[in-house]
């Protein structure tokens, strides 16, 4: 399109815009101009501009009428005919705007893979899964997600790659091993072992259970040890108890531990569990458990707990595992033949022309791009320094530890192409396109079949486009989603370092802990998996649950660690809103907080997160503060916070929000009082429609699906890009929306509507 | 030290490369001695702490001459080849360690001299510990501004003291007042985080070598980007050459290191030796290397947990260390109490006589040095935090007026000593946490 041509448009659409906008600019100068005009600018904002000349102050102006939040409450308001004409007509031409003229804003040029991206990278490029936690630092976050801020490379992370780079060659390769290493695996030291755990053989109880790469094949050593109490001494040990340990299911150690004798050291009676077995190289489960024992009964006066790791309020009732170590190699043998070594050597013999095939394979998913010869020159020269120090494997390996600290490998680069003007959207090429698609829904490097496509110019093509789509969605690494987008937004990454109050709490441990998890992932995943309406994220009749979690919620008859499916029949679950994980990460360690659950609903439901609170902000008086004598319920103590207006302003509109969870307590459960007092759930949303309790709160927000959908949209594409969210955006975010809205709103429809859009196939040149 | 095969857990062993097992050689693995740089700002090169668990009997502990000092008391006997670097302090206190929960407090208030908050939920607060005001100045340019440690590995929640959040019982360092440090106390893992992977000097200096020419590649690849992208971008690259450079001088500093010492084998620790006093002893070497090393120049160590009841074999006490604490002022109980602390007193002479022995430009490890030994309470029995056992040991650049013992006769609070040792690393400081003055004998010329 030429620029003559491009300029025309734009002023026509403009024209047309002005001529079409009548029911705007009356219901703005009915409605909003005695505030925000030039002369009072309230907020700092006039709206006596025109949206062509201001997008971003009038994408502002659609978010307030969509929300209802402008005019506020109480002052004369549009009837909803009015709003939606209102909305309508402004839209329009801000959309037609932003069609004349694309803006698909411009993820950083440079961005680091982050700590799950290089995680994900290592395992499909090398069929190694490594635990990097340990040797790479914690990511930061920004708009709520850990891979925008990633266009640093300090000191410290350069060399911790070099370091990964060092132990994951060795690893994938099955280099010989200099010294014997150890691995401490630990159990969560709240974690209940009285009862089954998943994945453990049946009939035990206890126990972890661990994926574990050994290196090479040979001889090793698992040594367990007891979990112990401050005093050193082994919990739970009254009689004698039978330690199982497995490897990959398979029973490969059985012994019994029996109580010390009073006065004698407790590191007796568990030295002996150490097996010495051979293994091969690559990736096995290690097991340990103790076979339950008939007479488990716990019997007191009162109702039992079901959390037993606290030796001073829930002590252990029978031993529980503290950690297994795994020593070795010893008299090793060789690398074997791994998944990863399978993986790598692609090329049978062991001369200069296989280690070219061998490396150019690994440069193209590495690199993810299709490699030339020069790309190839300096692994060779590794491998060439590599083999002359030592063997073809050797070789392979230098070359490979170089590769891993490669920029190009551990930065994803997108370059303007040449020639193109400045300030001016762009397609990202085929190649990039890939990397976006498969850094999106899987958070991983691309496969062959997108590299092919990219490399042969056909992955833009809509058609191959939505196909990959759908591939990508059905493949197991699409549970990035789940694990890595969803635990995001939802927050639910928090819950591993969330320890609500033991003593307010004593029944929470790490089984109810990752029971929570489970629950809320299981449910993303279905509407994932299934290609459910999004919706059916806030209004699922059902939910996954196990015995833990369902006695938790007070639903009878599920039985066993195994989760499954349950419909609901009551209102009190059903959805993400009445799931316990988030309820607990949206509450203190103490007591509910209507305020952070307000805030989280505006933000991460609805899409309108409320200002940051002014510094020095005062406590919330403790949970039993009376004024005159009278004990002040949790409303009444928000609403004594709520009285400086400083505060107003935003916790007006959070705090009815979350008022609406109240039933739930600060760890999920259901409750009708509170300190004895009954509860009082009812609550508005900022566009003045009231609620009774949590369940009118979702149908209120059911009412609306195009906001929620637009939250969502919003948060996938700052994750599928990189980058925040901005006014400019809007347009594309309104499109995808009613593209999804036409499909009922299917996971996948929306996931087609982003890949599509304009941010994500386009890019803005500097 | 020697710890002989047979002396050791099967499972503890340093495990050495070759069969040989020679154990565990930690003075000879260090790279050669980083060049001391002169910081005539900082006189003070290195500041560290180690806490004694639940009090002393300190009859036993107080030596019997004030001012210049002889003789030590029966406890502090073992610290007598280091008698002309040393000062024992008498009546120290803790005021705002009085708590309902005085084990947490005592271990927490030691370094902040500060007032915990009650809670055991997630809103704890306490205040930053001396330490780690310390590491801001002096720690800076080491590569760990501080190293924090203990003797306990298992992390236990929801049972520590009256009321009081763990990480106050746990944590002696806190880099604010919300954020404790947890202390590692797994000696393999503080070995690789000073060093690394290990392997004999060859290997470590080739395996150098790899990363420097794997950088080279790293920087011409990064170096070749700059021409193809736009002026915002390029600024971002040359961030990464920056990046890259500073790794390769680090590299270079390690290579040069290894090339100038002909060095054994370096054994990496494997386990945790199952005898305490060998695990607490090897937590100590791998502080002499640490501070050899310059890795860093700040330390905490936690020889137990408060309200800890391990018992001390070695010492020859077999009761449990809680419960012996609470004595009624049975003189025998008393006098395994101070059995006990004579022995962890042992496990720091252990330490200072490593300092002493290793040489640092023309005199050694502990002249230029300060450590705090003592314990945040007083007569466990009462659960007091008053006539706190404190002694200070180190050369403080010469500064360190040692062989006396400053008996106060009024309590005075521990910060005072805080704050003079911060004083002396170059941080002034008018007051830290209660102080009210500095401990002036401690460092100028005796006046008494």
Not at chain 1, 356 to 383: C, E, G, H, Q
Not at chain 1, 669 to 690: F, V
Not at chain 2, 54 to 80: Q, V, Y
Request: hydrophobic residues 40%; proline residues 7%; aromatic residues 6%.
């Amino acid at each position: 399109m030429s620029a003559v041509r491009i300029v025309t448009l734009f002023f026509a659409g403009s024209l047309l815009a002005l001529c079409q906008s009548p029911p705007t600019r009356g219901v703005v100068n009915r409605y909003c101009l005695s505030c925000h005009n030039e002369r009072v600018k309230t907020a700092d904002i006039s709206l006596e501009s025109s949206p062509e000349s201001s997008p971003d102050v009038w994408e502002k102006v659609v978010r307030k009428l969509s929300h209802r939040h402008m005019p506020p409450v109480g002052l004369p308001r549009p009837d909803e005919a009015g709003y939606q004409a209102a909305i309508s007509s402004l839209t329009d031409s801000l959309n037609r705007a932003a069609a004349a003229r694309p803006n698909a804003g411009r993820p950083g040029t440079f961005r680091r893979l982050n700590r799950v991206e290089y995680h994900n990278a290592i395992r499909d490029l090398l069929a190694v899964d490594y635990n990097v936690n340990a040797l790479l630092p914690n990511d930061e976050t920004s708009h709520g997600f850990d891979n925008v801020t990633v266009a640093n490379l300090s000191p410290i992370l350069l060399e911790r790659y070099l370091s990964a780079a060092q132990k994951i060659s060795r690893l994938a390769i099955g280099s010989p091993v200099r010294t014997p290493a150890s691995d401490v695996i630990l159990a969560p030291p709240d974690l209940t072992q009285e009862d089954h755990l998943e994945g453990l053989p049946f009939g035990t109880r206890g126990g972890l259970l661990s994926n574990y790469t050994f290196p090479v094949t040979g001889q090793y050593e698992l040594q367990v040890r007891l979990a112990r109490d401050r005093n050193e001494h082994i919990e739970g040990l009254d009689i004698p108890h039978r330690v199982e340990v497995t490897l990959d299911g398979a029973r490969v150690g059985l012994f019994t531990v029996t109580p010390p004798k009073s006065g004698t050291d407790h590191n007796e009676a568990d030295n002996h569990l150490n097996v010495k077995l051979s293994v091969t190289a690559g990736p096995h489960q290690i097991g340990v458990a103790f076979p339950r024992k008939t007479s488990a009964l716990l019997e007191t006066q009162r109702q039992p707990y079901q959390a037993h790791f606290n030796m001073d309020r829930h002590p252990r009732v029978q031993p529980a595992i503290y950690a297994v170590s795994v020593l070795g190699p010893y008299d090793a043998a060789g690398p074997g033949d791994s998944p990863s070594r399978r993986r790598i050597f692609s090329c049978p013999t062991d001369d200069e022309a296989c280690a070219a095939k061998i490396l150019t394979n690994l440069l193209r998913r590495a690199y993810r791009r299709p490699v030339t010869s020069t790309d190839l020159a300096m692994p060779l020269k590794f491998y060439r320094t590599g083999r002359a120090e030592g063997s073809f494997d050797n070789g392979i390996e230098m070359a490979l530890r170089a590769l891993l600290v490669n920029p190009q490998f551990l930065f994803r680069i997108e370059k303007d192409p040449v020639g193109v003007k400045p300030k001016t959207a762009y397609r990202v090429t085929d190649v990039e396109l890939a990397s976006r698609l498969s850094f999106f829904l899987w958070s991983t490097i691309p496969d062959d079949t997108l590299l092919d496509l990219a490399a042969r110019g056909k992955l833009r093509e809509p058609v191959t486009l939505e196909q990959q789509v759908r591939r990508m969605l059905a493949d197991p690494r699409a549970d990035a989603l789940v694990n890595n987008f969803a635990a995001q937004w939802l927050y639910l990454r928090n819950l591993a370092t969330t320890n609500p109050d033991p003593r307010l709490f004593p029944d929470f441990d790490d089984n109810l802990r990752q029971a929570m998890q489970r629950e809320t992932e299981l449910l993303f995943a279905s509407v994932l998996h299934e290609d459910r309406n999004v919706l059916d994220l806030l209004r699922a009749d059902y939910t996954f649950l196990n015995e833990r979690l369902a006695r938790h919620y007070g639903i009878p008859n599920v039985y066993g660690s195994r989760f499954r499916r349950i419909s609901l029949a009551d209102g009190h679950r059903g959805g993400l809103l009445g799931q316990a994980s988030i309820l607990t990460v949206t509450s203190y360690a103490t007591r509910t907080s209507p305020v952070i659950r307000g805030k989280w609903i505006l933000s991460n439901i609805l899409g309108v997160p409320p200002a940051a609170p002014p510094p020095a902000v005062p406590q919330l008086k403790d949970a039993g503060a009376t004024v005159g004598g009278k004990l002040l319920s949790m409303r009444e103590r928000v609403a004594e916070h709520r009285r400086n207006p400083a505060c107003a302003s935003c916790h007006n509109l959070m705090d009815p929000v979350g008022f609406a969870f109240e039933n739930y307590d600060a760890i999920g459960r259901w409750h009708s009082h509170d300190s004895s007092l009954p509860i009082d759930a009812s609550g508005m949303l900022p566009d003045g429609s009231k609620f009774a309790d949590a369940s009118e709160l979702r149908q209120a927000l059911l009412r609306r699906p195009d906001l929620f959908v637009a939250t969502l949209t919003e948060k996938l594409l700052i994750y599928g890009l990189g980058r925040g969210i901005e006014p400019f955006d809007a347009p594309a975010v309104r499109q995808i929306v009613r593209g999804a809205q036409m499909k009922d709103y299917r996971f996948s429809s929306l996931i087609l509507e982003i890949v599509k859009s304009t941010p994500f196939a386009m890019r803005n040149s500097l | 030290m020697i710890i002989s095969k047979k002396s050791l857990n099967r499972r503890t062993i340093l495990r050495g490369v070759g069969a040989g097992l020679a154990l565990p050689l930690l003075d000879a693995m260090v790279p050669a001695l980083t060049a001391m740089a002169a910081t005539p700002a900082s006189p003070v090169r290195r500041l560290g702490f180690v806490y004694i668990p639940m009090g002393a009997t300190i009859s036993a502990w107080t030596p019997s001459e004030t001012g210049r000092l002889t003789k030590l008391s029966p406890t502090l006997n073992s610290l007598t080849p280091y008698l002309d670097q040393l000062t024992v302090i008498s009546n120290l206190e803790l005021k705002n360690a009085y708590s309902p929960g005085n084990h947490a407090t005592a271990n927490c208030s030691f370094l902040s001299a500060a007032k915990a908050k009650l809670t055991e939920g997630n809103d704890y607060q306490l205040a930053t510990t001396v330490d780690q005001i310390a590491a801001q100045k002096i720690g800076k340019d080491s590569p760990l501004p501080s190293m924090e440690l203990a003797m306990d590995l298992l992390t236990n929640i929801g049972s520590c003291d009256n009321g009081y959040a763990c990480v106050y019982q746990n944590n002696l360092s806190w880099a604010s007042p919300n954020n404790p440090l947890p202390a590692e106390a797994h000696p393999r893992l503080v070995f690789e985080r000073l060093f690394g992977d290990g392997g004999s000097a060859a290997e470590r200096r080739a395996e150098l070598r790899k990363n420097a020419s794997i950088l080279d590649w790293v920087s011409s690849d990064i170096a070749r980007l700059q021409g193809q992208l736009g002026a915002g971008d390029r600024a971002k690259v040359s961030e990464y050459l920056e990046s890259v450079r500073e790794v390769e001088r680090r590299i270079a500093k390690a290579e040069k290191q290894t090339a100038d010492s002909a060095q054994p084998d370096r054994d990496r620790p494997m386990g945790v030796p199952a005898a305490y006093g060998d695990h607490a002893r090897l937590m100590f070497d791998l502080q002499v290397l640490a501070l050899q090393s310059d890795t860093t120049r700040v330390l905490s160590f936690q020889l137990a947990r408060e309200a800890s009841t391990r018992v001390y074999p070695e010492a020859g006490v077999t009761d449990p260390h809680h419960p012996l604490t609470h004595h009624a002022n049975d003189p025998e109980k008393m006098a395994r109490v101070a059995q006990i602390n004579a022995y962890h007193v042992s496990l720091f002479a252990y330490f200072l006589g490593k300092l002493k022995a290793t040489r640092e430009g023309n005199g050694n490890l502990l002249d230029n040095s300060l450590f705090l030994c003592g314990s945040g309470m007083g007569n466990p029995d009462a659960h007091d935090h008053s006539s706190l056992p404190i002694v200070v040991a180190g050369g403080a650049a010469g500064q360190l007026k040692g062989g006396r013992h400053i008996r106060y006769a009024q309590p005075t609070p521990l910060a005072n000593l805080h704050l003079t040792l911060l004083d002396r690393v170059g941080v002034h400081l008018d007051s830290f946490a209660d102080s009210q003055g500095k401990v002036s004998e401690l460092l100028t010329p005796a006046a008494l």
